[in-house]
């Protein structure tokens, strides 16, 4: 780790559903995961997609806000703050990707500007139509949602465009649509994985694209690659075959221990 660090890099911390799990926020391809069991009437995969929203905004916006209520139920763990200890330490040294949308990072203190929330977050809707670029949290007003409930109807009025009154959708990426830099922090992400040191990925299972651009633009750079996941992973194997480390514990363990690693080489370079 301090001779990664030596040249002064950055830090570049990227997480997944595994971090929040012990949140009690399900994962997604986990036995529990919301891609394996699924909602209420439709296939989840089909429900996060553009074209879903397009025929039947309502059940979508039913599991969005159902899966939010999840997430406001649940509260930071060690690993999140972890994070934001690292983050206190190094400063601009630090940068930290989440493929998370549940804000939990955000929640335990991460900062907004040096947190990239890649997959977006489920606390904001986004106009349906012209005004598409612009976040707007969602009113407290709208209700919570269990796994059973119907859409709530008196969200309807809610879940408007403050600029239009048209139809908003949730500030999240779909399996139908490609990552942005204006909404997603795309480039910026690839540019920071390019330019990092150390490269941590915790909790993912490496199975989207630009985590996977990522892990590949560190290693090209010859960045130092930690990966934490107590299963095997595309990004354990990579870390392994170059001369990083695969960590096979909880990222409630694993992430303040590398935190504090990361720490004490930046403070004794
Ligand atoms: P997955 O559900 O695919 O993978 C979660 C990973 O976390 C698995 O590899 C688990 O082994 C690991 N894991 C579970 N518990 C853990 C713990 N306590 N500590 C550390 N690791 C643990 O979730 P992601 O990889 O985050 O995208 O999924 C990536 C994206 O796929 C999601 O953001 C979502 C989904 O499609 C969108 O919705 C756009």
């Known amino acids: ?12 911390f990227l997480t997944g559903a595994g971090v929040s799990a012990e949140s009690g926020v399900p994962t997604f391809r986990g036995a529990d995961g919301y891609w394996t069991v699924g909602s209420r009437v439709y296939r989840p995969q ?19 806000l159902f899966r939010r209520t999840a997430c406001r139920g649940a509260e930071p ?19 930290l990707v989440t493929q998370n949308v549940d804000g939990l990072h955000l929640r335990a203190g991460s900062s907004l500007g040096r947190t990239y929330q890649i997959h977006g977050n489920i ?10 670029g612009e976040l707007v949290p969602i009113p407290p007003e709208v209700p919570a949602v269990q ?13 408007v ?31 920071a994985a390019a330019g990092a040191s150390v490269l941590v990925t915790a909790g993912t299972a490496g199975a989207t694209n630009l985590p996977n651009q990522m892990v590949a633009a560190a290693l ?10 107590p299963d095997e992973s595309p990004f354990a194997r990579a870390a392994e075959d170059a001369g990083g480390l ?20 930046i403070r004794a370079g």
């Open 1 to 12: 780790m301090a001779s990664a660090l030596a040249g002064g890099g950055r830090v570049v």
């Open 46 to 64: 089909e429900l996060a997609t553009r074209a879903a929203f397009q025929t039947m905004p309502d059940e979508v916006w039913r599991w969005y």
């Open 77 to 95: 763990n060690p690993a999140h703050r972890a994070l934001v200890d690292a983050e206190r330490e190094l400063g601009d040294r630090f940068l």
């Open 123 to 132: 606390d904001f809707m986004r106009c349906a139509g012209a005004h598409e």
């Open 147 to 159: 796994q059973e409930d119907p859409f709530p109807e008196e969200a309807r009025a809610l879940l």
């Open 161 to 191: 465009c403050p600029r239009c009154t048209g139809r908003t959708r949730p500030h999240v990426l779909w399996f139908d649509e490609y990552y942005d830099e204006a909404l997603y922090r795309f480039e910026s992400s690839l540019v």
């Open 220 to 229: 090209r750079a010859g960045a130092l690659l930690v990966d934490i996941n």
């Open 246 to 265: 695969w960590l096979r514990g909880p990222a409630s363990v694993e992430l303040p221990r590398v935190a504090r690693a990361v720490a004490a080489a």
